[in-house]
Nanobody
Framework: QAQLVESGGGLVQAGESLRLSCVAS????????MGWFRQAPGKEREFVAS????????NYADFAKGRFTVSRDNGKKSTYLQMNNLKPDDTGTYYC??????????????WGQGTQVTVSS
């Protein structure tokens, strides 16, 4: 069964950076768009960024624009989220998600287990 495993979370100070990784198993990765979401305590899960199957089109939530960069390496079945200039409001559990199709439309086929990001002020 296809799985998504995130890593790279941690505790950082405001202004610092983190790079999250998500490694997929199974054969569907290269044909699927990938997304990143996050969930803060007491809040709903929200969209952060997505990237289409060939890595040529990316979309970002407004709060992520200019600070976060999503990328992928189909040869490694991996997607990444580079987060710069982190703020305390970025604290939460970050999840990667695999889209049913090659372009992101929000139809999530699979979720990772999440990686915790904590940003101190």
């Amino acid at each position: 069964q296809a799985q998504l495993v995130e890593s790279g979370g941690g505790l950082v100070q405001a202004g610092e950076s983190l790079r999250l990784s998500c490694v997929a198993s199974g054969r569907a990765f290269s044909n699927s768009a990938m997304g990143w979401f996050r969930q803060a305590p007491g809040k709903e899960r929200e969209f952060v960024a997505s990237i289409n199957w060939v890595g040529l089109r990316a979309n970002y939530a407004d709060f992520a624009k200019g600070r976060f960069t999503v990328s992928r390496d189909n040869g490694k079945k991996s997607t990444y989220l580079q987060m710069n200039n982190l703020k305390p409001d970025d604290t939460g559990t970050y999840y990667c998600a695999r889209e049913l199709g090659g372009d992101w439309s929000g139809r999530v086929a699979a979720w990772g287990q999440g990686t915790q990001v904590t940003v101190s002020s």
